[in-house]
């Protein structure tokens, strides 16, 4: 039988998060099931399944498995109970070890940032690295501007503070079903205007967003582009003529999915908008940078930005394709659907606060992207 440790240290995601910030080194292990590794997972983890074998009482599972003894080591599991034991176990070898507190459901509000500098503005990038959701803060003489927010509200207002600008608008690309939105929360409590794309299953007051309207961040303006497909009412936003904010219409190598939220005579119809939305944004000049509102890899601590061209995105195989074969492969590669999409997208159409239970509520992977 396994050996009994009493003792062991468990490290909040928050201090995790903040070693690879600082980059600390140090080992994580992730003991889950292959099957739950390729759902999502830490980026740069170490992958040894032991979760059977913990269960099982099984001897001697770390045999043959040896890591660098002057750094620490991070254990993870679903919901932080079997890294505990993996942590005490392994810490019989001489090692300093830690059970993630939470585990990666916890780890899902964790996040790092990216920038992109042009000329006169800058775009912070900020990536839920747990969840692979990714928001945006434009930046241009001392205002900003907040697109597709997801990570808890403390986060922006603090960067927001960082960079001594005024939060102008919180903006949203479409009405999202992976993840809660914290756009309301945040104009609410930083006294910024709230513009969405206009839609009647919205449940409180917001300022429509035309699709013939600019808007203005400091001396930098935004055009509105009309591009459904993921949503009925989806947009996507043109900054500078440089950047363009996609949303979940087309990703760095793949486009969002069109069944979300719609009958089965409606996934057809939205197939074809979805289409004639990615060849209308692969019109914009081949240099125009694309960022989207998600990515299916877990996020790295690198500040590197996730981002593609347009020019990159016409060489991938579905934005060669013609209509019929775009609307046959989106039909065939669509994921299953996510059993917690609903309840999610109600609360994002009420603006309803975060409930308690959104740790759970929003654990597993995105699925909003069809490759």
Avoid at 61 to 77: A, E, M, R, S, W
Avoid at 241 to 255: C, E, P, W, Y
Avoid at 307 to 316: N, R
Wanted: net charge negative; aromatic share 8%.
């Amino acid at each position: 039988m396994l050996e009994q440790v009493d003792q062991v240290h468990s490290l909040k995601t928050a201090t995790l998060r903040d070693w690879l910030e600082l980059g600390t080194l140090i080992s994580i292990v992730d003991i889950r099931p292959m099957a739950e590794r390729a759902e999502w997972y830490i980026a740069g983890s170490i992958h040894l399944d032991v979760y059977d074998k913990l269960k099982q009482g099984h001897p001697q599972i770390f045999q043959g498995f040896h890591l660098d003894k002057t750094i620490p080591v991070v254990f993870y599991c679903n919901s932080g109970q079997s890294s505990k034991k993996a942590a005490q176990l392994f810490a019989l070898n001489g090692y300093q070890t830690y059970s993630l507190e939470g585990g990666l459901k916890a780890w899902s509000m964790s996040w790092n940032t990216a920038e992109i500098l042009l000329k006169d503005f800058k775009i912070i990038q900020c990536r839920r690295t747990g969840k692979g959701c990714l928001s945006y803060i434009l930046i241009s003489d001392h205002e900003a501007l907040i697109v597709d927010a997801s990570l808890d509200v403390e986060v922006y207002e603090q960067i927001i503070r960082r960079e001594k600008c005024t939060l102008k608008y919180v903006v949203e690309t479409h009405i999202h079903a992976d993840h809660l939105s914290r756009s309301r929360d945040l104009s609410l409590k930083m006294k910024a205007s709230l513009v969405l794309p206009k839609s009647e299953d919205i449940g409180f007051d917001y300022t429509p967003l035309s699709t013939a309207q600019n808007l203005v961040v400091g001396s930098t303006a935004i055009q509105t582009i009309y591009t459904p497909g993921h949503t009925y009412s989806g947009v996507s936003f043109l900054i500078a003529s440089k950047v363009l904010l996609t949303g979940d219409t087309l990703f760095i190598n793949g486009v969002g999915r069109p069944d979300l939220g719609t009958n089965s005579g409606q996934v057809l119809e939205k197939t074809k908008l979805l289409y004639q939305s990615v060849q209308h944004l692969l019109t914009y000049p081949d240099d125009t940078i694309v960022l989207p509102a998600h990515t299916h890899l877990p996020i790295d601590f690198d500040q590197v930005p996730i981002l593609s061209t347009v020019g990159a995105i016409k060489k991938l195989a579905f934005s060669q394709q013609d209509e019929s074969t775009f609307i046959q492969t989106i039909m065939s590669r669509t994921p299953a659907v996510p059993s917690n999409y609903l309840a999610i997208l109600l609360n994002n159409h009420r603006g309803q606060p975060i409930p308690p239970n959104s740790l759970e509520l929003e654990s597993g992977a995105n699925r909003c992207a069809i490759q």
